[in-house]
């Protein structure tokens, strides 16, 4: 039976090996955290076209991002439903420039409200439509319980709420309900409202007709088109105004932009990049400190003829065997700050499976580059000049 040396190498000190662990499960705590960022800024702004149903979304040509306020001609959709492949078309509305909201003795507030026409079947969440028959009512709006604690809203409380006085662009709102979104980096909170009850409190967009100038346009297909061909179709009615896209693919040109085109996307990378610098600089020190310790042995087994090979493999072994005791731990605390800082601000902080073995992934590499490094002088030295 073969002795496990790289483990009992490992653990021959425990102390120091539950540092190390600390250490290495500090930096993928920190690479969580880079990522969770990252990730939150990338899937938020695209949290309401998730709980959406449709297939394709339409846009104005010049909105380069959903938080942008470039709106098209409704007169567009209606040109749209037309088409042969096209079942249904609704205008939605969305307006965060501004629109404030303030509960009665507390400053005002920017709110994102959003309005489409309450016809069931447009939310994924029946949360939604379940309110459909109270929004119909003049000034009424449902809030996301997700929104910032610095509007005041008693979001825990639906009686308290239905009671609290609270004016949107200094008209009364009846806030009738709640529904979970999410927060992101553009919008602390949201509103959702009807197209009519919109109309009423942003009179001045469109140039006094506020329902000509729909921010997104949703259009579902019937079952077995193309989504691309329709929305290709759809785009040439006039490229020059709108584009037309699945609505995966504009998930993705959103994601894309985040990631790609602002700084912020950049930023949260470079935090990951540390993380892994940092977590390389604490491992090379305890397996370098490890090797040393056991150079005058390590000096015998190469005497007695052990090739390089051999002690690659267990430095290999004892580096993951690092990494994933300070990763298993490393996991369990991420999740608790993941779910601790959603509640806490809304963002979607998202621990997926994917997400998880990517940070294994850099954790174990993070510890095998550190070993190899730590590794260099016992490869390179004459046996008798180490005892």
Request: hydrophobic share 50%; charged share 15%.
């Amino acid at each position: 039976m073969r002795t496990p040396l790289a483990w009992k190498n490992l653990t021959a000190d425990w102390r120091r090996l539950m540092l190390g662990a600390a250490g290495v499960g500090f930096a993928a705590v920190l690479m969580f955290m880079q990522n969770g960022f990252r990730f939150a800024l990338l899937d938020s702004p695209v949290q309401f076209l998730h709980v959406l149903q449709t297939d394709l979304i339409a846009l104005s040509a010049a909105r380069y991002s959903l938080p942008s306020e470039q709106t098209f001609d409704r007169s567009l959709l209606e040109r749209a439903a037309s088409d042969p492949d096209v079942v249904q078309i609704t205008p939605m509305y969305i307006e965060r420039f501004s629109s404030q909201i303030r509960v009665a003795g507390e400053s005002r507030r920017a709110i994102r409200v959003i309005a489409v026409p309450l016809r069931h079947g447009l939310f994924k969440d029946p949360e939604v439509e379940q309110f459909f028959d109270l929004l119909r009512g003049p000034g009424t709006a449902i809030v996301d319980r997700s929104s910032r604690s610095e509007y005041k809203l008693a979001l825990d409380d639906p009686e308290q709420l239905r009671q609290q006085s609270v004016e949107l662009l200094n008209q009364r709102v009846r806030l009738v309900g709640t529904f979970h979104l999410g927060t992101d980096f553009a919008n602390d909170g949201t509103l959702i409202m009807s197209q009519e009850n919109f109309a009423n409190y942003f009179p001045f967009r469109g140039n006094g007709q506020p329902l000509a100038q729909p921010d997104l346009g949703l259009i579902q297909i019937r079952q077995g088109a193309d989504p691309q061909a329709v929305a290709q179709r759809l785009t040439e009615l006039h490229a020059t105004a709108w584009d037309v896209m699945p609505t995966e693919a504009i998930i993705e040109r959103e994601i894309n932009f985040w990631s790609r085109q602002t700084p912020v996307g950049k930023i949260f990378t470079v935090g990951a990049l540390m993380g892994f610098a940092v977590g390389v600089i604490i491992c090379y020190q305890i397996l370098f400190t490890s090797i040393h310790d056991s150079m005058p042995e390590f000096a015998t087994l190469k005497a007695m003829g052990y090739p390089n090979r051999f002690f690659l493999g267990l430095v290999v072994r004892q580096s993951i065997y690092l990494s994933l005791i300070g990763f298993i731990p490393a996991v369990f605390i991420s999740w608790g700050l993941f779910l601790g800082l959603q509640a806490a601000v809304g963002l979607p902080m998202l621990l997926t499976p994917w997400r998880i073995l990517i940070v294994l992934v850099l954790t174990v590499t993070m510890c095998l580059v550190s070993g190899l490094l730590a590794l260099r002088k016992l490869l390179h030295a004459d046996p008798a000049s180490l005892f």
